[in-house]
């Protein structure tokens, strides 16, 4: 190469260099509205531009070196399968050789890598070289005719995004190629015989390039696979089936996911749904994880999380009732249980008796009181919910024996008699009668109330000779059990002993206690003051202003029942009696003087 020639060629280099420094620079301080090359790198690139290749080598067997330099042009064309690799043609010409004149085209893959701006890539090719003869130097001037030869090609360069016309352009700011050419003169023929010079040319050398590089259609790759899930319901108990469900996004219908579940509880599913199962989970928060792939590959897989709040469990409650709740003996009644959960569990209904015989599995049963003696029958409501857990409640059941009918001449004095013989509940003062005195507490009130259903009750004993009084003590709820139970066994002992006194005989005298087990409601106490004939507006009103120390003062009582006919006492508070304070009062007051009693006879 002359020293025109690498004049020209240095030019050329550091006018390259000097617009790859500009473009560099204007593009750094300009901001591009439109995405550089590497985000999105096309699929086809053509590249021209000027080539310079160092040819060096030997003519053998003539021993002849062949040495050029060679400036030329250059094309190549590469076509991208992804955004990493491709398959390129190059075709270079090189015609002003200092002795030769040298051409090749060569196709082969070529791998690039894509940066912000810039763009490295590297390739191998194989192809045909063009390669004129050697001149040998001289008197003698042997010129050989062009002969092609296999060539090999490996190398690589850097390009640089031009940020004009959305991308098109790139600057090649070089390429940097080893190629190799062999090639075939014929046999070889010693100088200075005339003729062909024969022989066989091994070149090397470094194929240095710069230009433009112009892009066309993009590679865009598919998006990343995403994945969402959530569980229904969000919220349950213990034991409730959850279901959580995944939703995936940009899957390659080409191929096959697979679908994954974790959680604290026991999880099931291979797709996109899966159950839970959270029977043995406490109360809490819990997640549960899901995974989908199609693929090793970034963006091939996802994952996703859901929470789910297990709730404190709550038992079941039934309450138990029996109407009518007094009954003749023999005859049948309706139960009926009103079971809740909560967790609107199913619930399984069963009952019992402590005698006769119940009988349904629903909300309601029939409970026959055949076979079962005269008195007060405790009947259970069980309720059971699917988890197992269970709630009983008992309703009192009074059995009553039919009275006998009187003869007929004396049928409507006792018809009178029990219409006469009107049964009032006795009531106490607050905690009397006392350990210390169990015959004090009766106020006189309440006496005169027992003496007047004594004289009534003797007479109604003329003619039905088996009756009896069936006496029931309670107490408000202040106290503990035992103790209210003491005290209501004192209250039932001191009404009977006061008929008793009265002329009673102790057989046809039944007792029970129940201490504070079986309340008057607020709700059954307001009913009844309603429906109180002796109270004005006015002393309703206030009665109800005061409901609470009333219902306290209401279940301080004996009610009473008649045997024959199941009469229940009127559980009336005797609110316009002079002693009504007293037996108002919450405190414990001294003891009510002690009644008077009288030797059996």
């Keep these: 190469m002359n020293r025109s020639s690498l004049r020209n060629f240095g030019q050329f280099a550091l006018t390259a260099l000097a617009v790859s420094l500009g473009v560099a620079s204007l593009s750094a301080q300009t901001p591009s509205s439109t995405a550089p090359v590497g985000i999105n790198p096309p699929r086809f690139d053509i590249f021209t531009g000027y080539s310079y290749f160092g040819a060096h080598g030997q003519v053998k067997p003539a021993g002849i070196n062949y040495s050029s330099i060679d400036l030329g042009a250059i094309g190549s064309g590469a076509y991208y399968f992804n955004k990493y690799f491709g398959g390129e043609i190059i075709y270079v010409n090189h015609p002003n050789g200092n002795n030769d004149g040298f051409s090749s085209i060569s196709a ?8 912000q701006n810039f763009t490295l890539f590297a390739h ?3 192809g045909g070289g063009r390669l004129g003869g050697p001149n040998s130097e001289g008197p003698i001037v042997y010129h050989e005719p062009y002969t092609w030869g296999p060539a090999l090609t490996v190398g690589g360069g850097m390009d640089y995004d031009l940020p004009f016309w959305n991308n098109r352009f790139s600057l090649r700011l070089f390429q940097a190629d080893y190629r190799y050419v062999h090639a075939n003169y014929g046999p070889a023929v010693t100088p200075p015989t005339s003729g062909v010079l024969g022989g066989r040319a091994n070149l090397s050398g470094v194929d240095l390039s710069t230009g433009i590089v112009t892009h066309f259609g993009h590679i865009i790759p598919p998006p990343p696979v995403t994945y969402s899930c959530s569980v229904s319901p969000s919220t349950a108990f213990p034991g409730d089936p959850l279901t959580v469900t995944g939703t995936p996004l940009n899957l390659n219908p080409k191929k096959q996911a697979t679908y994954n579940w974790s959680s604290d509880g026991s999880t099931t599913g291979t797709g996109t749904t899966a159950n839970i199962d959270t029977k043995n989970l406490n109360p809490g928060t819990y997640t549960v994880k899901g995974h989908v792939q199609e ?11 859901a929470q789910f709040t297990i709730q404190q469990f709550g038992l079941p409650s039934v309450t138990c009732s029996a109407n009518p709740a007094t009954i003749n003996q023999g005859d049948s009644v309706t139960i009926t249980a009103n079971g809740v959960s909560p967790q609107n569990r199913p619930l399984t209904y069963s009952y019992s008796a402590q005698s006769g015989s119940v009988g349904g599995n629903g909300s309601t049963a029939t409970y026959s009181s055949t076979g079962a003696q005269p008195g007060t029958v405790a009947v259970t409501c069980s309720v059971a919910d699917d988890q197992g857990h269970t709630a009983s409640s008992t309703a009192s059941l009074a059995i009553v024996v039919p009275p006998t009918p009187a003869p007929e001449p004396q049928q409507l004095e006792v018809r009178q008699i029990e219409q006469r013989l009107a049964l009032h509940s006795v009531f106490f003062p607050t905690a009397q009668p006392t350990a210390m005195h169990p015959d004090f507490g009766l106020v006189a009130s309440q006496q005169a109330t027992l003496a007047k259903l004594a004289a009534d009750f003797k007479r109604y004993l003329e003619f039905n000779p088996d009756a009896r009084l069936v006496l029931t003590g309670h107490t408000d709820v202040r106290g503990t059990a035992a103790f209210n139970q003491a005290l209501s066994e004192r209250r039932v002992a001191l009404t009977k ?3 008793v006194q009265q002329g ?3 057989t046809h005298i039944e007792m029970r206690a129940v201490g504070k087990e079986q309340q008057l409601t607020a709700e059954q106490v307001k009913e009844m003051l309603e429906q ?6 006015e002393q309703r009103q ?3 202003r005061e409901s609470s120390v009333i219902v306290l003062a209401q279940n301080r009582r004996v009610d009473v029942i008649l045997s024959t006919t199941g009469q ?6 005797p609110f316009n009696a002079a002693d009504a304070l007293t037996l108002l009062n919450q405190k414990s007051s001294p003891p009510i003087r002690k009644t008077t009693r009288t030797k059996k006879k």
């Design 497 to 499: 002993g006061y008929l």
């Design 295 to 305: 693929g090793n590959k970034p963006g091939e897989m996802a994952d996703c999380s």
């Design 568 to 573: 229940q006492s009127v559980r009336q508070f």
């Design 124 to 126: 191998g090719l194989a």
């Design 504 to 506: 009673i005989p102790e």
């Design 542 to 544: 206030d009665a109800l």
């Design 108 to 115: 082969g893959p070529i791998f690039r890598a894509p940066m």
């Design 532 to 537: 109180n004939q002796q109270l004005t507006a």
